[in-house]
């Protein structure tokens, strides 16, 4: 919970500091990307007992790491073979899921 509250007040201080002190596209560009890369963290770091599904977000990542391009494009996967594919590639790269969840939390704002 402290993290929550750590947040919000980072978010009116900075908000205060960067806000009011300087005008200006460029500053509300910064404070938007801290923001942004702030909530990122908090999303893509949680513990794996946060939230109703992150478990089983992991359990699915643990199956797609086994799966091949093969399997995945013939066969009936129980998530959309677009999710499966971002599962499958990312744990090429690592099979911690926690990478999972930073490339997710990071890419949801665009």
């Known amino acids: ?57 992991v359990w699915f990542f643990s199956k797609a790491a086994n799966y091949n391009l093969k399997f995945i494009f013939t066969n009936d996967v129980e998530l959309e073979k677009g999710y499966v594919l971002l599962e499958y590639f990312t744990s090429k790269i690592s099979t911690n899921p926690t990478v999972l969840f930073l490339i997710i939390a990071i890419f949801i704002p665009f």
């Open 1 to 57: 919970m402290g993290i929550y509250i750590y947040n919000i007040i980072v978010v009116i201080l900075l908000g205060v500091l960067l806000l009011h002190m300087y005008k200006g596209n460029a500053t509300r560009k910064i404070y938007f990307s801290i923001l942004t890369l702030q909530m990122a963290l908090i999303a893509g770091l949680r513990g794996y007992d946060v939230g109703w599904d992150t478990r089983n977000y």
